[in-house]
């Protein structure tokens, strides 16, 4: 299920569009994944940052997170985990 948080969107730099496009494009790149089922896209307002979950779980969920600068747009963090 795909969720978005668009408090404080209006005041970012760049588009959601954008900072999906940057996350993909890093995984895609960085890690070699290319099936990313988009779950979560949240932009903090307070420290100008946007993080994007893409799931590529096959039988159980395995989420990567990457954090975006909005000012820069540069990527600053990469995370994985299991739920």
């Known amino acids: 299920m795909f969720k978005l948080s668009a408090e404080g969107v209006k005041k970012a730099k760049m588009s959601i569009e954008e900072a999906i496009?940057?996350?993909?494009?890093?995984?895609?790149r960085r890690?070699?994944?290319?099936?990313?089922?988009?779950?979560?896209?949240a932009y903090d307002e307070t420290t100008g940052k946007w993080h994007v979950e893409f799931d590529i779980g096959i039988l159980t969920p395995l989420i990567l997170k990457v954090t975006i600068n909005d000012a820069t747009g540069s990527i600053i963090d990469y995370e994985r985990r299991t739920t």
């Open 31 to 41: 890690g070699g994944y290319y099936n990313l089922l988009l779950q979560k896209v």
């Open 21 to 28: 496009d940057k996350a993909r494009e890093f995984l895609q």
